[in-house]
């Protein structure tokens, strides 16, 4: 193919330059945006009363002075759910076929019911990017719906195909997000354990988000192959039995990376994995983990770095191969020194948590409807900032 | 309507029970169908109207009934009693199959009767037309998701003169084919305050020509009742059932109007109809704001021949039964129909959002042609080929494509 054509094709695929920087500004982390919603009084109370469904209903969305109308809102989460200051997944294209808005398909306001600080999920992100790993952008935004306060929300990017193409980007001409992604649904305490050789068994665990109406087959197939893999493989052969499914050293980073956090509701979760994506790469059976919904990291600044690594299949059986337990120190390492690297006279960790909390403090005041106090937001926002300054050196401590 | 079926059943066994079998007077009659009769005071029919089809398509709708399908099963009672009163009483024959038909009429003088129960409200003619009688497998588009049809009511109607026939009345809701879907929402301090109430006039005159039903008719019709607030509008569906026009939200007046033709020389039968209902939406935009109407449209004109020569009007009757010197009456049909919904308003861009004051429209339209064959005067056999076209490729039994095909086997009797 020639370089004209390929030019071409990556000018078609991309973003169009005014929507890239539309979106650079709605993400832009040193701002609080404004989000405003116009519905019917009537859906707005509906959604609300039927806030566990999923039913849609329009609305119009304006932000910066532009206006997106006739795009679908929904009720959305899972511990997160609420009827009073409901988390909402915002579909551009649910009602105008191929509607986007700053070349975004959907995005997701996060309700924050599960974080008094407002902070965990913005600055968890923040930190799995910096170590390079795939993580949704997100910034602050306080909402009016029909011109009335409705709280303070994360506005956070989908994790959808624009997703996969902002953090794959292209490969030898091809945009990389035509794989199979799917979202963990979280039904019942499960550790990566093999699921058998029904493939329905999969179904219920692994959403698809792209190719839903794919064979069965050629969804899940692939995932059976994997579990398998990792909880049949002898230990002499884990490593190249599972190798040509998952990036093993990188899902050792991703690991430390969230350990890091003491994130205790995601892949090494308390309840089972959970809080995740994962994305199955073009003609290919090997998947990545994304991150997902970060609002219950920062546990604890003493959160042990190998707290539930026992109960989950796929992580216990690494930890067994020193190469990965390596990996995974290393990352913890790295996660450690990127938290405490120097800005400004403090951590970086310490220095967006300030950051973002001098953002979010009077939105956050003024936020009626979230589900704790104002005293408990500013208790549980100052052990973030004594997180940041002492999680490093425990971390590391904690390494052998 | 349990109830009503009850209080309904229990007078009819009660004056039943006046007259004892053993008198005289009665008798049971086996032609055209079984019959009780008690002189001229009492007449009761039964009825049995059986229609299994078999189908096919291309392409391959995702639908259940493909191959056969048993598509009426239905039993009732009809009657008359003092020559002044008439009823009828019908159930589909399937588990929790739904009443039909169950009311009176009794008929004061021939310019006033009074019709009360459930039945069908005056409005369309195809409608109002039994299934057993159409000259096609099935009623139009139009005429299934437009038109009313059975509800509770009570209604005035009667003939003035020779070339005048009337029908008013006020029923309980707008009919089985605008059943509401959502109930009303409300807050928790707001009490429901719209009935749907609706009433509903239909007004028939045969001006031309002397004699009975050969001549043509022409008619008007209308209907208003107001829908609550809800996703409550009409919507539009395929001939098999795929909704290529999804409900709306609506609050306010729903107003149907519809103009009606039928004219049957000789062994030839002519029909037409055009139907349209505006829908208000008061209130349902975003920020509460006021809607466009939203609008249903449909229309079609058919052409029947019975080329064996029998009569049209009042039903094609075969002159000679298969197995008694003939071979049946055999009529071909052919019809073209379309059904669509819009918005008032065109402004901007159309969307498919149920609260859009600009709703994107779709339109299907269709061509029947068939044959019936009637091998005598209970038995039918129809076949039907359907051509579908939609207006919007995406809104259609299989997105993407917008033409459909489709062939009907049918086999009825009726007694």
Request: hydrophobic share 40%.
């Amino acid at each position: 193919m020639s370089i004209r054509w390929c030019l071409l094709l990556a000018l078609l695929a991309a973003p169009s330059l005014a929507d890239a920087q539309g979106f650079e500004d709605l993400f832009n982390t040193a701002a609080l945006q404004r989000l405003d919603l116009l519905v019917n009084s009537r859906d707005w109370e509906k959604l609300k009363a039927n806030f566990q469904e999923n039913d849609y209903y329009p609305a119009d969305l304006r932000w910066n002075g532009q206006t997106v109308r006739n795009v679908g809102i929904r009720s959305r989460g899972l511990g997160s759910r609420s009827g009073t200051k409901p988390g909402l997944k915002v579909d551009f294209n649910r009602y105008a076929t191929g509607q986007t808005f700053l070349g975004l398909a959907s995005i997701v306001l996060d309700n924050l019911t599960q974080d008094p600080s407002g902070l965990r999920e913005r600055v968890a992100m923040r930190l799995y990017e910096r170590m390079g790993l795939p993580a949704p952008r997100e910034a602050h935004t306080a909402l009016y719906v029909n011109n009335e306060y409705a709280g303070l929300y994360a506005v956070v990017e989908s994790i959808n195909k624009d997703f996969l193409r902002r953090v794959f980007g292209g490969v030898a001409g091809n945009i990389e997000n035509d794989g199979h992604l799917f979202e963990y649904k979280w039904t019942t305490e499960w550790f990566f354990t093999y699921p058998g050789t029904n493939l329905d068994a999969y179904k219920p665990l692994f959403d698809p988000v792209t190719h839903e109406n794919a064979s069965t087959a050629a969804l899940y197939a692939p995932f059976e192959a994997m579990f398998r893999a990792i909880n049949e493989s002898s230990d002499a052969s884990f490593v190249e039995a599972v190798s040509p499914y998952l990036d093993l050293p990188l899902f050792m980073k991703h690991l430390a990376v969230q350990s890091f956090l003491a994130q205790w509701d995601g892949i090494l979760g308390y309840a089972g994995v959970n809080n995740f994506y994962l994305y199955r790469f073009e003609n290919s059976s090997r998947v990545q983990f994304i991150a997902w919904d970060e609002d219950n990291a920062f546990r604890a600044a003493d959160y042990p770095i190998l707290e539930g690594y026992e109960r989950n299949a796929l992580m216990r059986r690494a930890m067994n191969v020193p190469e990965l337990r390596a990996a995974y120190f290393a990352g913890l390492r790295s996660a450690a020194a990127s938290a405490a690297e120097p800005v400004g006279g403090v951590s970086w960790l310490e220095q967006e948590i300030q950051l973002q909390r001098s953002i979010v403090d009077a939105p956050m005041q003024a936020d009626a409807l979230k589900p704790y106090t104002n005293e408990q937001y500013a208790a549980v926002a100052d052990a973030l900032v004594e997180f940041a300054r002492v999680r490093p050196g425990i971390v590391l401590s904690q390494i052998p | 309507m349990h109830q009503l079926f009850r209080l309904f059943a229990i007078t009819l066994l009660f004056v039943i029970g006046m007259y004892s079998p053993l008198s005289a007077q009665a008798r049971v009659d086996w032609d055209p169908r079984p019959s009780f009769r008690v002189g001229d005071e009492l007449r009761l029919d039964l009825r049995l109207k059986i229609q299994g089809d078999i189908r096919g398509f291309s392409p391959h709708q995702p639908i259940d009934d493909e191959g056969f399908h048993l598509h009426r099963r239905r039993a009732g009672i009809e009657g008359t009693l003092f020559e002044r009163v008439t009823f009828q009483i019908e159930r589909e024959l399937r588990k929790r199959g739904p009443w039909r038909d169950v009311y009176a009429n009794v008929e004061v003088v021939e310019a006033f009767e009074v019709r009360a129960g459930k039945f069908k409200m005056p409005f369309g003619l195809e409608q109002t037309t039994s299934t057993t009688d159409l000259d096609f497998v099935s009623r139009t588009n139009g005429s299934d998701a437009l038109t009313p049809a059975r509800e509770v009511g009570v209604m005035a109607h009667g003939r003035l003169g020779s070339r005048l026939e009337y029908e008013t009345g006020l029923f309980r809701n707008d009919g089985e084919n605008a059943r509401l879907t959502e109930p009303a929402f409300l807050l928790p301090d707001e009490e429901l305050t719209e009935r749907s109430r609706s009433v509903a006039a239909r007004l028939v005159a045969t001006p031309w020509g002397r004699g009975g039903g050969s001549r043509p008719r022409i008619g008007v019709a209308l209907t208003s009742s107001t829908s609550p607030d809800g996703l409550n509008s009409l919507r539009g569906r395929s001939t098999y059932d795929t909704v290529f026009a999804p409900r709306v939200y609506v609050r306010g007046t729903r107003l149907r109007t519809g103009l009606e033709g039928e004219w049957n020389p000789g062994a030839l039968g002519f029909r037409g109809e055009f139907i349209r209902v505006t829908q208000e939406r008061l209130g349902q935009g975003l920020g509460d704001v006021d809607l466009s109407d939203y609008i249903g449209r449909a229309w079609y004109v058919s052409a029947a021949w019975v080329i064996t020569g029998e009569e049209k009007a009042g039903g094609v009757r075969p002159q000679r039964s298969l197995f008694q010197n003939g071979f049946g009456a055999i009529e071909v049909a052919s019809r073209f129909e379309a059904m669509g919904f819009r918005s008032g308003s065109t402004d901007g861009p159309a969307f498919t959002n149920p609260r859009a004051d600009h709703v994107a429209p779709n339109e299907v339209r269709v061509w029947t042609a068939g044959v019936n064959w009637y091998p005598n005067r209970w038995v039918r056999l129809q076949g039907n080929a359907v051509r579908e076209t939609f207006e919007d490729p995406n809104r259609t039994p299989v997105p993407g494509d917008s033409t459909f095909w489709s062939g009907v086997l049918r086999m009825q009797v009726v007694i």
